[in-house]
C-alpha cells in the first residue's frame, strides 16, 4: 500500500510543479514550448508510477473484528425473525431473548428463545414452530 502512497504524492508534487512553472513562465514568448514539456512531464509522471505499481496487490484481510461482529448481526437478525412471527401470530410479550449459533455452513441456528408473555406457551409454540424446535422455546409468567 506504501508504493500506492509514493505514486499518489509523486503525481501531486509533478502537479505542484508544472503549475508553478507556468506562474512563472513568460506568457509570450516560451508559452508553447514550456507547456509541451510540461504535457510531457504530466504524462511521465501518471506512467512511471502506474508501471511501479504493477506488481502492488490492493487485496486486503477482513479483521477479526468483524467476524465477531457478523455473530452480533446473527443475534439481532434471529430476534427480528421471532418478533416479526410474534407479531404476525398477534402475540403480545415482553422481554424478548433470543439465543443463536451459527453452524457450519454459516447459517444461524437458533438454540433458544425466551420471553414473558399473558398467552399459552402451546400457542407461541405454535407461531414459532417453522423457525424454532418446541422444547427450545421457554415462557415465564404465562
Same mark, same amino acid.
Given at each position: 500500500?506504501?508504493?500506492?502512497?509514493?505514486?499518489?504524492?509523486?503525481?501531486?508534487?509533478?502537479?505542484?510543479?508544472?503549475?508553478?512553472?507556468?506562474?512563472?513562465?513568460?506568457?509570450?514568448?516560451?508559452?508553447?514550448?514550456?507547456?509541451?514539456?510540461?504535457?510531457?512531464?504530466?504524462?511521465?509522471?501518471?506512467?512511471?508510477?502506474?508501471?511501479?505499481?504493477?506488481?502492488?496487490?490492493?487485496?486486503?484481510?477482513?479483521?477479526?473484528?468483524?467476524?465477531?461482529?457478523?455473530?452480533?448481526?446473527?443475534?439481532?437478525?434471529?430476534?427480528? +425473525?421471532?418478533?416479526?412471527? /410474534?407479531? !404476525? @401470530?398477534?402475540? $403480545?410479550?415482553?422481554?424478548?431473548?433470543?439465543?443463536?449459533? *451459527?453452524? %457450519?455452513?454459516?447459517?444461524?441456528? +437458533?438454540?433458544?428463545?425466551? /420471553?414473558? !408473555? @399473558?398467552?399459552? $406457551?402451546?400457542?407461541?409454540?405454535?407461531?414459532?414452530?417453522? *423457525?424454532? %424446535?418446541?422444547?427450545?422455546?421457554?415462557?415465564?409468567?404465562?
Amino acid at each position: 500500500m506504501s508504493r500506492l502512497m509514493q505514486a499518489i504524492f509523486g503525481i501531486c508534487a509533478a502537479l505542484v510543479f508544472i503549475g508553478a512553472v507556468q506562474i512563472i513562465c513568460p506568457q509570450k514568448s516560451m508559452k508553447k514550448s514550456v507547456n509541451f514539456i510540461l504535457g510531457i512531464v504530466f504524462v511521465l509522471s501518471l506512467i512511471v508510477p502506474a508501471v511501479g505499481l504493477k506488481g502492488v496487490s490492493l487485496d486486503f484481510k477482513l479483521p477479526e473484528a468483524v467476524s465477531q461482529n457478523t455473530s452480533e448481526l446473527s443475534s439481532y437478525t434471529a430476534e427480528y +425473525i421471532v418478533r416479526a412471527v /410474534l407479531d !404476525s @401470530a398477534g402475540i $403480545k410479550y415482553e422481554n424478548l431473548s433470543v439465543t443463536t449459533d *451459527i453452524l %457450519e455452513d454459516k447459517r444461524i441456528s +437458533i438454540t433458544k428463545v425466551t /420471553l414473558v !408473555s @399473558a398467552h399459552p $406457551k402451546e400457542q407461541i409454540v405454535d407461531a414459532l414452530k417453522e *423457525i424454532v %424446535e418446541k422444547d427450545r422455546v421457554e415462557v415465564l409468567n404465562e
